[in-house]
């Protein structure tokens, strides 16, 4: 019986195997660790209270929620020998109700199978506490589509000296029937939970991803959610989830650059995607018109110029007028890419206008 089961794990794994490298093949790797971070920022509250009922109940949401930057603790990690950093993880300072008490919940999102993982969100419980003097919470939100594995807790023996940590799981595969639900019931983080499963399903089928894209944009603009802010979420989460070759993208864009709905419903899927093909293309119409280095990279500053101004407005709209009005006087190739990875990764408004500076 054992050895049957390592023959269907091996079967498996093999299969996870084919469908990544036809991903890569076909240039359509979903960014699950980045976008699920966006998601997890965005959503946060609201994936609290429909995965953590008990963590959302007990929450002051009176109170400031502060998102808390992990890159000290991933480098200190790093210089002594440690784990790897990781931009998945994020740590939130909130306060309890019944407690009185700051506390920090910290998030890992997983997207593969990983050999000593439950040690690591020790380590990582460990150092955030320990660098902010806080009690923290930690949560894991796998993504990966490993069915049997969802560690929830390390042991350390040393000695009959005996440590355990028992954290919280979420296990993005086993959602599909909730998922549904949660759509039925206009809410927000079942259509990122759908884009993850339509992304999984159509790995290797580009053309497929592509109907199920212009289909589930078209769902989600007549959708019944009443917040626009969340509608833009989505359509950046569609972005990095279900990512398609170049030709297909064009034709994405081309059925449904007439998405009912005025300014407001403008497309923000592709934006990113578009804005760098754009940036390409100008850079080598200029590069062939110039003939030299300069050209190119002149055409490839005002293509990432023209997308970021797009891409702030759809996701601050007022809020981003005074990093549209920097923009323009950064001169640095290297700065606008900075930014356009830093909106992928969800970063702050005020940390894009510092990068900006810089």
């Known amino acids: 019986m054992t050895r049957e089961k390592n023959r269907h794990n091996k079967r498996k794994s093999k299969n996870h195997q084919k469908d990544s490298i036809s991903a890569r093949k076909f240039n359509m790797n979903a960014q699950f660790d980045e ?37 000290n603790i991933n480098k200190s990690q790093k210089k002594s020998g440690g784990f790897k950093k990781r931009i998945a993880d994020l740590a939130f300072g909130v306060s309890l109700k019944s407690f009185n008490l700051r506390v920090i919940i910290h998030i890992d999102i997983q997207a593969s199978k990983q050999n000593g993982f439950s040690t690591r969100v020790t380590e990582y419980n460990k150092n955030l506490a320990s660098q902010h003097g806080r009690r923290v919470i930690s949560l894991v939100i796998f993504v990966d589509k490993n069915l049997n594995w969802e560690p929830n807790k390390s042991i350390d023996v040393l000695l009959g000296d005996e440590q355990t940590h028992v954290y919280q799981t979420l296990k993005v595969a086993k959602e599909r029937e909730r998922t549904k639900q949660l759509i039925a019931d206009n809410e927000a983080v079942g259509w990122v939970f759908l884009a993850h499963f339509v992304s999984r399903d159509t790995e290797s089928n580009p053309k497929l991803r592509l109907e199920e894209k212009v289909r589930w944009t078209y769902e989600l603009s007549n959708s019944k959610i009443s917040e626009m802010e969340d509608k833009r979420a989505i359509f950046l989460i569609f972005d990095g989830l279900l990512r398609l070759p170049i030709d297909l993208q064009n034709q994405f864009y081309e059925r449904t650059k007439n998405l009912r709905g005025n300014k407001d419903m403008e497309l923000i899927t592709q934006s990113i995607v578009d804005f760098n093909r754009k940036g390409r293309k100008e850079g080598r119409k200029e590069g062939r018109k110039e003939g030299r280095k300069e050209g190119r990279k002149e055409g490839e500053q005002k293509g990432l110029l023209e997308g970021l101004e797009l891409a702030l407005t759809l996701k601050y709209s007022e809020k981003a007028t005074p990093l549209l009005a920097i923009l323009p006087k950064v001169k640095k190739l290297e700065t606008l890419k900075t930014i356009k990875e830093a909106i992928r990764d969800g970063k702050s408004l005020q940390q894009l206008i510092d990068l900006a500076k810089e």
């Open 35 to 71: 976008t699920w971070k966006f998601s997890v920022i965005f959503f946060f509250s609201s994936i609290l209270r429909i995965f953590f009922p008990e963590i959302f109940a007990n929450i002051d949401w009176s109170q400031k929620v502060i998102e808390l930057n992990t890159e």
